[in-house]
C-alpha cells in the first residue's frame, strides 16, 4: 500500500506546479482542490488505513476524466503538466486497484 503513495504525492506535486504556472490566475484554482485532497489522502494511506484506497480509486478514476474533459475546452495548465498529472493519476490508480486485490485488504462495510 505504501508503494501508492509515490505517484499520488507527484500528482499533488504537478497540480501545484501547474497553479504556479499558470501565475497564479483565479481561473486555474481547481487545480489547488484536487492537490488538498490528495494531500489527504496521501496521509491516510501512509497511516496504513485501508478504506481511504477505496476512495483514492473513486477519486482518481474522477481526476482522470477531468483531466481528460481539460484537454477538449481551453487549456489553464500547460500541456506536458496535464499529461503529466494523467500519468501520475493512472499509475496511482493502478497500484491502488493491485493493492484492492491483495488478499490482507477487507472491503469496506456500512
Known amino acids: ?29 481547481f487545480l489547488l482542490f484536487p492537490a488538498v485532497l490528495y494531500s489527504l489522502f496521501f496521509i491516510g494511506l501512509w497511516r496504513g488505513v485501508n478504506w481511504v484506497l477505496w476512495v483514492t480509486l473513486i477519486c482518481m478514476a ?22 503529466s498529472i494523467l500519468l501520475a493519476d493512472l499509475a496511482t490508480a ?11 485488504i477487507k472491503k469496506p462495510t456500512c
Open 1 to 29: 500500500m505504501r508503494l501508492v503513495i509515490i505517484p499520488l504525492l507527484a500528482s499533488v506535486i504537478l497540480h501545484v506546479i501547474g497553479f504556479i504556472m499558470t501565475g497564479f490566475a483565479s481561473t486555474s484554482l
Open 62 to 83: 474522477g481526476g482522470i476524466i477531468g483531466t481528460v474533459i481539460e484537454f477538449a475546452g481551453p487549456l489553464m495548465a500547460p500541456n506536458s503538466v496535464l499529461i
Open 94 to 104: 493502478g497500484l491502488v486497484i493491485r493493492a484492492l486485490m491483495k488478499p490482507g
